[in-house]
């Protein structure tokens, strides 16, 4: 039985958050143990490749008939531009604190934001132009430190994956009016797979049984993850979970104490501190727009 069901609706919606960012977070902490023993890419193709290995069960329960998408073309798009994201985000994933990372990824709804704009059309409201300054002024805070270091330009590497991660959700955004979520994740498991597989073969070498283990873990940590965080849009306002982003940076910070002993800076907490000012406001104005649209 499921103890949140008990919840008021809202109440679930804001759990699953929880829930689904505490889970990502974790994975993301795993992916990168796995990296500093694996090919990079392998890893990537791995983590997919897995992932629709954990969904076997359901796709043989239900029949393949109950996963055929209206239409190969944009699943194929979206699988080629979240694999171009992967990619770039996986380069990355060994060389930077897991702090720093999760700081970074909460550009995302801005790309999502400005993407709408630019791709979809939307209005240029100016409240989204604002929160997009502010959020890339903590980018800013975030990665000028460290780029005298020599893994700095991964900062930059890590920060071109967010405008691929939020190209993907607007096509999965549009994706969903035709087809259910798990025909969507289930086809990401499948054109990620096919779409990473090249990359991952010029380093492959044949994974131990513990990193056979690593890469099955991710992948059923990845499937419950993304579920929990369906499972929280279905519930709850997307604005009203946006505050509650903040802790996964806490879960990265965490992470990185224990398993990598990173402590994380004080301009790492300073700027995910702003961007997530920025997007956090921009949410709940976009929610507070969308309401007086429909108002009579």
Known sequence: MNPLARLPRAAQGLAYAILAGLILTSMNAV??????SMD????????????????????????????????MAGQAWR????????????????????ADLTALSFTTPIFIMLGAVVFLKEKAVWQRWVAAAIGFAGVIV?????????????????????????ASFL???????????QVIVVWQSITVSVFSLPLALPGWV????????????????????????????SLA??????????????????????????????????GALIIFTATTWIARSEARRARNTKDP
């Open 237 to 270: 306002d997307i604005s009203a979970a946006q505050p509650l982003k903040f802790l996964d940076l806490i879960w990265a910070a965490g992470w990185g104490l224990l398993v990598f002993s990173e402590v994380p800076s004080q301009t790492t907490l300073l």
């Open 171 to 181: 096509i999965t955004k549009a994706l969903t009016k035709r087809d259910s979520p």
């Open 31 to 36: 992916m990168r143990v796995l990296t500093h």
């Open 206 to 233: 044949w994974p131990d049984a513990t990193q056979w283990g690593m890469v099955l873990v991710c992948g059923l940590m990845g499937s419950l993850g993304h579920f929990c965080m369906t499972r929280s849009f």
């Open 40 to 71: 990079v890419y392998q890893a990537q193709f791995l983590r997919y490749f897995m992932g629709l290995v954990v969904m076997l069960p359901l796709i043989l329960r239900d029949g393949m008939v109950a996963y055929r998408p209206h239409g």
């Open 79 to 98: 699988g080629l531009v979240h694999t171009a994201g992967l990619s770039l985000w996986f380069t990355s994933l060994p060389h930077i604190p897991m």
């Open 142 to 166: 975030v990665v000028a430190p460290r780029m005298s270091g020599e893994g700095g330009i991964y900062n930059f590497i890590m920060l071109g994956s967010a405008p691929l991660f939020a």
